[in-house]
Every structure is written in structure tokens, then in C-alpha cells.
């Protein structure tokens, strides 16, 4: 009996090791590769616009103020779906649902419209971008048949000024928290 609660308390240790690990674990494992850039949609959704006023006023606030209330907004706003949804910013809202091009677009418009607002245009942009995923260096993507598999959108956070880049994957940081991701 002894060797069974062993084996569950090393179980119980390992995977409290792994959530507590997960962003670095991740980012490890998983490369996020660049094969395009999507057009930056502007922000009109005047009720979204309102509530992201409304949390902003005021403040000014650091780039990872601005990361973090944009990956927030999108995840109070979104869930995720398979199915073939609309990726505008601007409409995702009202669905509710979006895949990742729409978390990514939805992202990535809360993002830019809070750094215009914070006057931050000089120096940081968020871009959309289409990429593919390779686990230790293998294409993921090959695995599957479904065209809505062949490619992923995640984000790129750039310092105009240092050119210090940042990745951003918000449908997954919606469902495991993992805050950024890797991309050569």
C-alpha cells in the first residue's frame, strides 16, 4: 500500500510541476514560425471602445499593462470554436465565438487602439501574424487534414525604438494561461 501512495504523491508532485511550469515548458517545446502578416483591423466597435476608455482613463500605462488588458478583454469577450467564424474585430464581440484568427484579430485591435491612445505610436506596435507551430522543430500542422489546421495567428509585440520583440498567442493564453510563446 505504501508503494501506491508513493507512486500517486511522485504522480501528484510531477503534475504540480508541470502547471507550475507550463509557460516555460512551452515555450520550449513549441516555436511559433512566421509565414505572413495580416492587415491591422481598426477598432469602431463603439461599445468596446467605451468599456476600453472606461479601464483606461487616466492611466498611462507600460507595455505589459496594455498586453495584459488586451489579452483580458479578448478572453472576457471570446470563446473558442472550431467552426468557421467571422474574424473581424469588430463583429467577433457581438458572437462571442472566434477561432484563433479572431482572438488574434480582436487582440491585436484592443492593443493598437490602446497604444494610439496612450500616444505610444512612436514607439510600439502590435502586428497579426500567420504562422506555423513546430513541436521540437516538427511541423505540427502536417499532422492534420483540415484546412482549418494548415496555420495558426498569434501576435507580435514590437518596441519601435529597441526592436525587442514579444509573442503573444491569445487564444491559447484564453485557455491555459501561458502569457507568451516563442517564434524565431
Given at each position: 500500500?505504501?508503494?501506491?501512495?508513493?507512486?500517486?504523491?511522485?504522480?501528484?508532485?510531477?503534475?504540480?510541476?508541470?502547471?507550475?511550469?507550463?509557460?516555460?515548458?512551452?515555450?520550449?517545446?513549441?516555436?511559433?514560425?512566421?509565414?505572413?502578416?495580416?492587415?491591422?483591423?481598426?477598432?469602431?466597435?463603439?461599445?468596446?471602445?467605451?468599456?476600453?476608455?472606461?479601464?483606461?482613463?487616466?492611466?498611462?500605462?507600460?507595455?505589459?499593462?496594455?498586453?495584459?488588458?488586451?489579452?483580458?478583454?479578448?478572453?472576457?469577450?471570446?470563446?473558442f470554436?472550431?467552426?468557421?467564424?467571422?474574424?473581424?474585430?469588430?463583429?467577433?464581440?457581438?458572437l462571442?465565438?472566434?477561432?484563433?484568427?479572431?482572438?488574434?484579430?480582436?487582440?491585436?485591435?484592443?492593443?493598437?487602439?490602446?497604444?494610439?491612445?496612450?500616444?505610444?505610436?512612436?514607439?510600439?506596435?502590435?502586428?497579426?501574424?500567420?504562422?506555423?507551430?513546430?513541436?521540437?522543430?516538427?511541423?505540427?500542422?502536417?499532422?492534420?487534414?483540415?484546412?482549418?489546421?494548415?496555420?495558426?495567428?498569434?501576435?507580435?509585440?514590437?518596441n519601435?525604438?529597441?526592436?525587442?520583440?514579444?509573442?503573444?498567442?491569445?487564444?491559447?493564453?484564453?485557455?491555459?494561461?501561458?502569457?507568451?510563446?516563442?517564434?524565431?
Amino acid at each position: 500500500m505504501s508503494r501506491i501512495k508513493k507512486t500517486i504523491k511522485y504522480f501528484g508532485i510531477f503534475i504540480i510541476l508541470i502547471i507550475l511550469f507550463r509557460g516555460i515548458l512551452y515555450r520550449t517545446s513549441v516555436n511559433y514560425s512566421k509565414i505572413e502578416v495580416r492587415n491591422n483591423i481598426t477598432l469602431t466597435d463603439k461599445k468596446l471602445i467605451k468599456e476600453i476608455d472606461k479601464r483606461t482613463s487616466e492611466k498611462i500605462l507600460s507595455i505589459e499593462e496594455i498586453i495584459k488588458l488586451s489579452n483580458k478583454i479578448t478572453s472576457e469577450k471570446l470563446n473558442f470554436t472550431f467552426n468557421k467564424v467571422s474574424s473581424n474585430p469588430n463583429l467577433v464581440c457581438e458572437l462571442e465565438k472566434a477561432n484563433c484568427i479572431g482572438y488574434s484579430s480582436l487582440f491585436n485591435s484592443i492593443g493598437n487602439y490602446i497604444i494610439e491612445k496612450q500616444n505610444f505610436n512612436d514607439k510600439y506596435e502590435f502586428k497579426h501574424l500567420v504562422g506555423k507551430l513546430e513541436f521540437f522543430g516538427f511541423d505540427i500542422h502536417s499532422l492534420f487534414n483540415s484546412p482549418f489546421f494548415k496555420d495558426h495567428d498569434f501576435n507580435e509585440i514590437r518596441n519601435k525604438q529597441t526592436n525587442e520583440k514579444k509573442y503573444v498567442d491569445p487564444s491559447l493564453r484564453d485557455y491555459l494561461r501561458i502569457d507568451n510563446v516563442a517564434s524565431e
